[in-house]
């Protein structure tokens, strides 16, 4: 009695296979598919947050440089998910030479609820077992998701996917650029906090650090750009984000021109607008020309 159980369970988990194989179809956002699938083949990757996605324009780098680029900045990252998408981006594809990695100020390292590893960016692929592997591994799956498709799904994966929204247009190669203003944009350029150190979480830091490694041991130029705030720059940050990069071919851009002293160039106080992008953009084609 109880194989005929086992048996008739496993004949009704399969069943859960035609949903697992097209939960893909509900994301919009295909990029992290086109990285598993092999097809992110690009010479210049864009790593970061939403202040990589909306900051920095990859066609304007793309034409100016004249080498394939593509934007991988995820709105409301950590940094841990910018080394997973590394780490998958050099496992099904060609590695890239060069890389741009954009940091979120002060907040890089430092509990933020607009960061997150972005789980909901996985639950959607879990057809792929190394993406359910990790859900595994990072206690968001059960570990009986290895085997049972039932336990890939969860309650959300069943509901109706969420409406495409002026944040989901982007480019051809990946920058979604602000062509409009938040509504809740105060214009007061405000001082930045005293940064305290102490509060810095490790597993970002760890993160950081084999990002860089990485990069090193694969022989990909790595640029680590801090983009412009409305905001008075926090130097003690600065600071401290040049004592953890790893090597001096590392290159670490902060300076900016006067021109984002405006806020007509901003989109809010962390985040350029599509006048701002192009002209931040300009200046980092320009910086990265000249070494090239």
Not at 59 to 85: E, H, V, W
């Amino acid at each position: 009695m109880i194989v005929l159980f086992l048996l008739l369970f496993f004949l009704v988990d399969k069943l859960f296979h035609w949903k697992i194989q097209a939960l893909s179809n509900r994301e919009l956002d295909k990029r992290l598919e086109w990285i598993l699938e092999g097809k992110m083949n690009k010479a210049i990757l864009i790593f970061g947050s939403s202040r990589a996605q909306h900051n920095l324009y990859s066609d304007a780098i793309q034409d100016s440089l004249k080498m394939p680029t593509f934007n991988l900045g995820y709105r409301g990252c950590t940094i841990d998910f910018q080394l997973f998408i590394l780490k998958a981006v050099l496992k099904h594809n060609k590695k890239p030479e060069i890389i741009f990695l954009t940091i979120d100020d002060d907040r890089e390292f430092l509990p933020e609820k607009t960061l997150q590893f972005r789980y909901d960016k996985l639950y959607n692929l879990v057809k792929y077992q190394e993406i359910t592997n990790e859900l595994i591994a990072r206690k968001e799956l059960s570990p009986f998701a290895v085997a049972l498709y039932s336990a890939r799904l969860g309650w959300e994966q069943f509901l109706k996917p969420n409406p495409i929204t002026k944040y989901e247009n982007w480019t051809a190669t990946g920058t979604v650029l602000l062509d409009f203003k938040a509504t809740d944009f105060d214009e007061k350029r405000m001082q930045n906090k005293k940064y305290n150190i102490k509060l810095e979480l490790p597993e970002r830091l760890t993160a950081f650090k084999e990002f860089q490694k990485i990069c090193k041991a694969e022989s990909i130029k790595l640029y680590v750009f801090i983009p412009p705030n409305f905001k008075i720059q926090n130097k003690e940050f600065e600071n401290r984000l040049k004592s953890l990069i790893i090597d001096n071919k590392i290159e670490l851009y902060s300076k900016k021109t006067s021109f984002f002293n405006n806020p007509q160039y901003f989109f809010d106080a962390s985040h350029l607008n599509k006048k701002g992008a192009i002209l931040y953009t300009n200046e980092i084609i320009k910086n990265v020309k000249a070494e090239l």
